[in-house]
């Protein structure tokens, strides 16, 4: 049976990176850090230094566009 499969590509990558954001402040959180501190101080400055590498945190966050991720948590809080 052929049948053609329809993928919505940036619902897919939104849902991958609120995954991502998941794993790292889960990481984050269990170093000790206030995980929304950390990131709200990465997404305003840029500075990776603001993410742990504990559990690969900060090389989760360097495969992670800062604008990618703000539109992700804005639509995710929007429900879309």
């Known amino acids: 049976m052929d049948r053609t499969s329809i993928f919505d590509v940036a619902a897919l990558r939104q849902e991958l990176i609120l ?3 998941n794993e ?6 269990k170093k000790g850090y206030k995980a929304e501190n950390q990131l709200v101080g990465y997404l305003l400055t840029g500075d990776l230094a603001y993410i742990s590498n504990y559990e690969g945190a900060r090389d989760k966050m360097k495969g992670l566009k800062r604008e990618e991720v703000l539109l992700a948590l804005i639509n995710s809080y929007e429900g879309k």
């Open 24 to 29: 790292i402040i889960n990481s984050l959180e």
């Open 19 to 21: 995954i991502t954001l």
